[in-house]
């Protein structure tokens, strides 16, 4: 586990939230739901996807249909990696890119095979770190790919640190200004800051039992449009690109439904999406130079 000298001193939980949040994911470590995903191409994910899935698969033989339904399942979660690079596009192989809740290490991984550079992934969850770690050694590429024991609203690096910076469905567990301020301060002038996120609509609502039930499931809190638009503006961060993709989003859950590895979680994200409550958004964002 790659701990800086200067992060020692930076406590990781600080506060009652933190620390359930903490013990939730320490706590999540037979998640075949996403263990088992991996096993073919070493890429283990904790993001959702976009796009149809292929509905055939649906009316398969029942002894063939988990299999081929989990398959579908990390192909989509695989391709869902692309909204991010696709925005990080004209990365050079020296850039320095931060993953801000790196999970096991899958978005980390496509991103740097995508584009050789060097990413730190930052993560609060121990086990997750040690399992991306052996995963960089097998890939070859614990050299370029490291992960950090931190929390992404505090981290251990100098401020202008990084080229990019991206979050890929994590940020319902931070403060947004707290976060954004400090990607803003780890970015160079110029820098990149790439988000996917489901968000509450704000435009419709600002109550849902669906979210509620969602942040209850995940320990997190659902923020909304209109926050992280605002948000990034208190701190700089000049949007480029705001996509809504929440008509994409819907499939994923569809497929995962028809899992028996399901969870629970499904029906309230298909009812929330449908219901348009909820919102799968990418923005893509620039650090204004200095005055
Ligand atoms: C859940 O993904 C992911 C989030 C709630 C966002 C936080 C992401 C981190 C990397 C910490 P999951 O794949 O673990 O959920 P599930 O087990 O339901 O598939
Ligand atoms: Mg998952």
């Known amino acids: 586990m790659t701990i800086d000298s200067a992060a020692t001193s930076l406590q990781v939980d600080r506060n009652g939230y933190e620390s359930d949040l903490k013990k939730h994911w320490d706590d999540k470590q037979s998640d075949d739901i996403n263990l088992l995903l991996g096993e073919t191409d070493g890429l283990f994910h904790h993001h959702y996807a976009v796009g149809d899935f292929n509905r055939k698969i649906l009316s398969a033989p029942a002894e063939e249909r988990e299999a081929l339904v989990l398959k579908e399942m990390h192909r989509l979660e695989s391709e869902q990696v692309r909204l991010i690079t696709d925005l990080l596009d004209g990365l050079s192989p020296s850039a320095r890119v931060m993953d801000a809740g790196s999970g096991r290490g899958g978005t980390s991984f496509v991103v740097h095979d995508r584009f050789g550079c060097r990413v730190d992934g930052v993560n609060f969850c121990e086990h997750h770190i040690a399992f991306a770690e052996e995963l ?3 890939r070859g590429c614990g050299d370029k790919v490291a992960f950090h024991y931190a929390n992404m609203a505090v981290t251990p690096f ?11 469905e994590t ?3 931070v403060d947004l200004f707290e976060a954004f301020a400090e990607f803003a301060r780890l970015l160079k002038p110029g820098g990149r800051f790439v988000l996917v996120t489901w968000c509450q609509n704000d435009a419709v609502t600002l109550t849902s039992p669906e979210i509620e039930a969602i942040d209850e499931h995940y320990v997190c809190h659902i923020h909304t449009r209109g926050t992280y638009l605002r948000a990034l503006a208190a701190n700089g961060l000049i949007p480029s690109r705001v996509d809504d993709l929440t008509a994409d989003a819907v499939p994923y859950w569809e497929l995962r439904l028809n899992s028996e590895l399901k969870t629970g979680v499904e029906p309230y994200f298909l009812d929330a999406y449908r219901n348009n409550h909820l919102n799968y958004l990418v923005i893509a964002s620039e650090k204004a130079v200095a005055e």
């Not at 100098?158 to 890929?168: G, H, M, S």
Request: hydrophobic share 40%; charged share 25%; glycine share 0%.
């Open 136 to 138: 960089a050694a097998r």
């Open 158 to 168: 100098a401020d202008e640190t990084f080229d990019a910076v991206y979050c890929n």
């Open 171 to 173: 940020t319902m567990y």
